[in-house]
């Protein structure tokens, strides 16, 4: 049995050793996306993966996509989906910080395959997610050092942190803040932990609201948020919504929202994550502001998309049909800080993305101070944003925006 078994591994290695480095590659990449799609219940398997992505940095050492693919194949095999987070270990993220710091060395900008996030991206979400392990077992000097290390390491860029701060910043006390992005939950979890930015601010990312763990940790740390324990320790991971429409009325102001909540794939079924936001909402009251982060995915905000209020770095929640773009965001606009701007990582794509949604933010409220036949004010208002955000240097790369820049350049600028 033994010899059989050195035979089989012998096997094994000169099979991968008769493979070409693309075709390696190739391979690695497909055992990777096989097991990110395995159904529910399916336990997932990297070794593979590991094993042939290991002899592909061997034949080429500096071939960064490589490296990024098995940086991502240790991720996640140590931390295969945000259920198991809470499990995340010190050596597994050593590992994985190492092969996305290879990456960028290799290559500042990447441009091979990307899987969900750039190499910067994961460095943040790679350590983000120790940090929120060790908070979650109450090791906060643990969590500690797993956020400054991420910073050391590359992850937490300046732009980042500048632009989460903000969001922070500008929200009312004791408000909900539901984020949905990796890098929007990692950085506030990192500036609430290591700066000490608006503890009094309750993040729950709305995707984790599907784990019944995570729900209770939040429970535990804002005993206020769900109207008890057991909604907040609720396992059913989806049930029939027969209701269709929900209501809740404002404490203060005595106005009702009422609204209609779509099932999820018109299955007639929402998800736990889809009940916990309901509870959330309906036990507040808008006692407390409730905010989204922008560019939530309208399937997870349960059918509320038209009824937040656009507060540039969020959108609040209100009991209005479609509020309009008021004074809240064109104050935001004529004072956000384009220092900013200086400090962003071109070859961070989701830097971009977020210098891209600024842009779109600056164009509602120029439009709007436009309609309101405020013509000084939206010239103002674009002049800044042409000059701090400029547009040789942050393509706007769609057509609509660019129209519109087109006209108000005319229109203001004379060009």
Not at 29 to 40: E, G, M, P
Request: net charge neutral; aromatic share 12%; hydrophobic share 35%.
């Amino acid at each position: 049995m033994k010899h059989l078994l050195l035979f089989v591994i012998c096997l094994q290695s000169l099979s991968l050793n008769a493979q070409t480095f693309s075709e390696l590659l190739q391979e690695g990449k497909d055992q990777i996306k096989i097991q990110r799609n395995l159904h529910a219940g399916e336990v997932n398997d990297y070794s593979k993966a590991i094993k042939i992505l290991t002899e592909t940095v061997r034949l080429e050492p500096n071939n960064a996509e490589a490296h990024y693919f098995l940086g991502s194949a240790y991720d996640y095999n140590g931390n295969p989906d945000a259920t198991t987070l809470k499990e995340v270990n010190k050596a597994n993220s050593i590992l994985v910080s190492s092969e996305f710091e290879k990456v960028i060395q290799l290559s500042p900008k990447y441009t091979g395959e990307i899987i969900s996030l750039d190499p910067y991206t994961k460095l943040s979400s790679v350590w983000g997610c120790l940090g929120y392990a060790y908070l979650v077992a109450g090791r906060t000097d643990s969590a500690k050092w797993a956020f400054s290390e991420g910073k050391r390491r590359g992850g937490f860029s300046d732009f980042t942190l500048f632009y989460y701060r903000q969001m922070l910043l500008s929200c009312p006390k004791n408000t909900i803040m539901f984020t949905y992005g990796d890098l929007s939950t990692m950085t506030t979890w990192y500036l609430q932990t290591m700066e000490h930015v608006r503890p009094d601010i309750t993040i729950a990312n709305i995707s984790m609201m599907q784990i019944p763990w995570y729900n209770v940790f939040l429970f535990k740390n804002d005993p206020t948020l769900f109207s008890s324990m057991a909604a907040a320790a609720d396992t059913n991971t989806y049930r029939l919504w027969n209701e269709k429409t929900a209501s809740v009325t404002d404490k203060k102001t005595g106005k009702k929202l009422t609204w209609h909540i779509p099932s999820r794939d018109n299955s007639g079924y929402l998800y736990l994550a889809d009940f916990a936001l309901l509870d959330i909402i309906k036990h507040n009251q808008f006692n407390r502001s409730i905010h989204f982060e922008l560019g939530a995915a309208s399937e997870s905000m349960i059918g509320l998309d038209d009824h937040v209020k656009d507060c540039l770095y969020s959108g609040q929640l209100t009991t209005e049909v479609k509020p309009p773009k008021d004074k809240q965001l064109i104050d935001a606009l004529n004072v956000f800080p384009m220092e900013m701007i200086k400090l962003v990582n071109p070859n961070s794509d989701i830097e971009l993305v977020n210098v891209k949604t600024i842009q779109i933010e600056f164009l509602k409220g120029v439009y709007k101070l436009y309609m309101d036949k405020k013509k000084a004010e939206a010239k103002k208002l674009y002049t800044a944003l042409s000059k701090g955000i400029p547009e040789s240097q942050y393509p706007y790369g769609d057509t609509l925006m660019e129209q519109y820049a087109r006209y108000y350049d005319q229109e203001f600028l004379g060009k």
